[in-house]
């Protein structure tokens, strides 16, 4: 028997201000991406390094986008170097133009 350990990590980045996620979002990593999420200033953009994310589930993307959408003024999420399943599933949802929602490159 074989088990397989999921991992993730969610770093803070002060400039520019934001969060580096690799390993998986799921919802057992759902309360720290809540945790990262809320403690980001939503008064500036947020940047999000998606290189390293190998899977998100539909939990993960929606605390993406909710948190997007709590952004003031013109400030937006800006996910950077999302996965191509990611930017699938943000198209298949809609959600690629939810408000304070911008795919970087």
């Known amino acids: 028997m074989t088990a397989v350990v999921r991992r993730q990590r969610i770093t803070a980045c002060a400039d520019p201000q ?10 057992i990593s759902l309360p720290a991406l809540t945790l ?5 200033s939503n008064s500036a953009d947020i940047h999000v390094d ?8 539909i939990g993960g993307l929606r605390a993406l986008v909710t948190a997007a959408a709590r ?6 999420l800006i996910l950077r170097s999302a996965p191509p399943q990611t930017r699938r ?17």
């Not at 998606?50 to 589930?57: K, P």
């Not at 952004?71 to 937006?76: A, K, M, R, V």
């Open 89 to 105: 599933l943000l198209d298949l949802t809609g959600w690629c133009s939810a408000p304070g929602l911008t795919l970087g490159g």
């Open 50 to 57: 998606l290189s390293g994310l190998v899977f998100i589930d």
């Open 71 to 76: 952004l003031e003024g013109d400030h937006s």
């Open 18 to 27: 934001g969060l580096r996620i690799e390993g998986d979002l799921d919802r």
């Open 36 to 40: 990262a999420l809320a403690s980001m």
